[in-house]
């Protein structure tokens, strides 16, 4: 693999499509559309120019778009073009198979990308946020997703190596220059400094969290007894017929799946079998698979048919069941309340539905958002959502940091110190792809006038 490879590759999905779009990366791009197009001058650069592309035996191919970036312009730093084709595979196959024949080699997954990160056009952070972006399945995904691709985390990480650099400066200092007078510089100075960039970072750390959720969806467990109404509340969420409603108890014995659009992250709701004493050998295998779904969901709704006396749940379930991870619907609110629902699960959110149309769907799909987020299983609008390696590296640096606060208390280390400090730099350069000592040493003479 080599930057003067020039490579190619398809960028849209296989399969038959009104276009396709087919990159080509590296210095033969210029002289390649030029020569496909059996063109004199070389195309004017960021502009489109339509075309019939021939391959080498002058036969036609397809009536393609081209767009040449060249200069460093381009998104990967080296010359760069992109064909707009038909999405006929066929056409697709023979563009890719002319442009090898013309000394392309296929693209490496991800290849563009890595060439951008390698030219400087774009740091680590950036690089994956293009693949999140692609992949993001909710709307708050996609705008955290945009964020980082616009380089928020990389601007973050500037700050806090800048910081990091001007407390590392003071102890370098003091390591230099013991004797000298370096008047408020002393080695404990930094000491708040450190303390709030550790704080700062172990706060971005914390947000991971969401990380797995993001991208995996959310699972979100539809319980309670038979004919409370799991099957409607699934079916007036997911706004489809998905699940069988019926007025006879144990209709729903498997359980189904159904995606819920609108939320701030991917759920997917699970309708399952109602829970109740008795019931048939089937409707109980049922049961056994409702309790086993709830058990690995990471939200849980419990529908409560309120006009009648509330449910006696079982102890099964009773153990599954928590404030923080536990939605109570409290259902056909067309009907009047039971009296005995005052003292039900006191300390549950309680939400009041009728699920017999869609006229609740959207208050339970805001409230049911607001508690996600508050629960803190989903990210909030403002998050950003930090991936487990950036996760990984921010609190190593923090740690780093809490370790350099250690030596700066009595007994005074300041050499540990530096160290650890200088290592949590390392740990920051990690997040997006480098570290540049460089710009340590500027900003170490910089601050100080150290031949004075
Ligand atoms: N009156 C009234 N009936 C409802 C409401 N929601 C559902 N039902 C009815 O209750 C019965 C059981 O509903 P279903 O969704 O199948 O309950 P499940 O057994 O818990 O899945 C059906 O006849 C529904 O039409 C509601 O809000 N009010
Ligand atoms: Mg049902």
Not at 43 to 49: E, G
Not at 105 to 133: H, S
Not at 232 to 242: A, C, D, H, P
Request: with cysteine.
């Amino acid at each position: 693999m080599s930057d003067l490879d020039t490579i190619v590759a398809t960028s849209t999905p296989s399969g038959k499509s009104a276009l396709a779009v087919v990159r080509v990366d590296g210095p033969l791009a210029p002289s390649i559309i030029q020569s496909a197009f059996g063109r004199k001058n070389s195309l004017i650069i960021k502009q489109a120019t339509t075309g019939i592309w021939r391959d080498l035996k002058n036969e036609p191919v397809d009536q393609v778009v081209a767009l040449l970036w060249a200069n460093g312009k381009s998104f990967t730093g080296s010359d760069s073009l992109e064909i707009t084709c038909h999405g006929n595979p066929l056409i697709i196959r023979r563009l890719i198979e002319d442009c090898m024949a013309r000394g392309c080699r296929m693209a490496e997954p991800g290849e563009f990308t890595r060439r951008a990160f390698l030219a400087g056009k774009i740091d680590l952070t950036q690089a994956e946020a293009v693949a999140d972006l692609i992949h993001a399945s909710s709307e708050r995904a996609l705008s955290s997703a945009r964020r980082m691709l616009a380089g928020e985390m990389g601007k973050l990480v500037a700050g806090w190596t800048d910081r990091l650099l001007q407390a590392l400066a003071i102890l370098e200092a003091h390591i230099d220059f013991p004797e000298e007078d370096i008047g408020a510089e002393n080695p404990q100075g930094p000491l708040i400094l450190l303390g709030n960039i550790a704080s700062e970072l172990y706060g971005y750390a914390a947000s991971s969290k969401h990380d797995s959720v993001i991208r995996n969806g959310l699972k979100l467990v539809v319980v309670g007894s038979p004919n409370a109404g799991k099957s409607s509340l699934v079916n007036v969420l997911s706004g489809t017929q998905r699940a069988l409603v019926s007025d006879e108890p144990g209709t729903t014995r498997d359980f189904l799946e159904a995606p819920i659009a609108g939320l701030p992250l991917a759920v997917t709701a699970i309708d399952t079998a109602g829970l109740r004493d008795g019931g048939s050998v089937l409707e109980k295998a049922g049961m056994v698979r409702s309790l086993e779904q709830a058990e690995s969901a990471h939200f849980i709704i419990l529908v409560v048919d309120a006009s009648l006396p509330p449910p006696a749940l079982p102890d099964s379930l009773l153990v599954l069941l928590n404030p923080e991870k536990t939605l109570v619907v409290k259902n056909k609110s067309d009907l009047p309340e039971h009296p005995d629902f005052k003292n039900f699960l006191p300390h549950y959110i309680k939400i009041k539905t009728c699920l017999l149309d869609g006229r609740d769907a959207e208050n339970l799909r805001s409230r049911l958002g607001d508690i996600l987020v508050s629960r803190q299983l989903a990210p909030g609008a403002e998050d950003l959502i930090v991936s487990v390696r950036h996760a990984e590296a921010l609190k190593h640096a923090a740690e780093a940091l809490t370790e350099a606060i250690r030596h700066l208390s009595a007994p005074v280390h300041t050499e540990l110190a530096a160290t650890r400090c200088r290592e949590a730099l390392d740990s920051l350069g990690e997040v997006v792809g480098r570290i540049d000592n460089e710009r340590m040493l500027d900003k170490l003479f910089a601050s100080f006038c150290i031949g004075k």
